[in-house]
């Protein structure tokens, strides 16, 4: 009996290996940043029009006090200081009466500074004397009121143009006395009447004269202002 041979088994024909497909390198993540974005005031810069105009900003302006200047002192030369000097002299109070009966033939009101605290006396005799410091510090202490003071000045004033003496305001040690602006008031001592000129005029002057004093003295039947009417402001001398 022959023995029998296998046939070789044959071989199951191989695929060809295939490669797997590659997969495409994934990318690392891109960093971000995480913080928050900052907001700016600051706007783009915008072009600027040559032109057209600039608009115009309203402002608020505060309103301007406006100061009146100081009045400038100038310097006085030795020449106007001697001139100026003649308009000031001392009187020896022995001649106070005639150099008072001078100044009013000159047209001129007088400023008196005592030195000697006897002419206070003298004006007394010699003059329709008002002593208006009192009604000031009266008016000043809120015991009088200032119509009634100036009343008083009022009545001398007529009085003196009367009689035709001088009114001799004593203001004693107050020299702080403002004719032009306080111790003014229209009808009773207005500011006309340091005005030694245009204070003669009748429609000036009978403007503080009122009806019941409407007449001269003695049998004169309308009032009139003396010619020899003056003023003096008399004022008590403590030092240069």
């Avoid at 971000?32 to 057209?52: E, M």
């Avoid at 406006?66 to 003649?86: C, T």
């Avoid at 809120?142 to 009367?162: F, I, P, Q, T």
């Avoid at 602006?181 to 000129?197: A, G, H, K, Q, R």
Wanted: with cysteine; charged share 30%; glycine share 2%.
């Amino acid at each position: 009996m022959k023995p029998t041979t296998k046939a070789p088994a044959k071989a199951a024909p191989t695929k060809p290996a295939t490669k797997a497909p590659e997969k495409p390198a994934s990318k690392a993540p891109e960093k971000t940043s995480t913080k928050p974005a900052v907001k700016t005031d600051k706007k783009a810069p915008v072009k600027k029009d040559d032109n057209k105009p600039a608009p115009i900003e309203e402002t608020k302006t505060e309103p301007k006090v406006f100061e009146q200047p100081k009045p400038v002192l100038k310097p006085v030369s030795e020449k106007d200081l001697a001139s100026l000097m003649e308009e000031f002299r001392a009187i020896p109070l022995n001649k106070l009466d005639s150099y008072l009966n001078a100044a009013a033939l000159n047209g001129k009101y007088v400023l008196l500074f005592d030195k000697t605290g006897k002419v206070q006396d003298f004006m007394n005799y010699k003059a329709t004397l008002k002593d208006f410091y009192k009604e000031v510090v009266n008016v000043r202490l809120g015991l009088k009121e200032k119509v009634d003071s100036m009343e008083e000045l009022r009545r001398g004033l007529v009085n003196a143009m009367r009689l035709g003496g001088n009114l001799a305001i004593n203001l004693d040690k107050l020299l702080d006395v403002n004719f032009a602006e306080e111790w003014t008031m229209d009808t009773y001592f207005p500011l006309m009447v340091f005005n030694y000129e245009d204070w003669r005029q009748d429609d000036n002057y009978m403007s503080v004269v009122r009806p019941e004093e409407n007449h001269g003295f003695q049998d004169e039947p309308h009032f009139s202002m003396h010619e020899k009417f003056n003023m003096v402001i008399l004022c008590l001398y403590e030092s240069d």
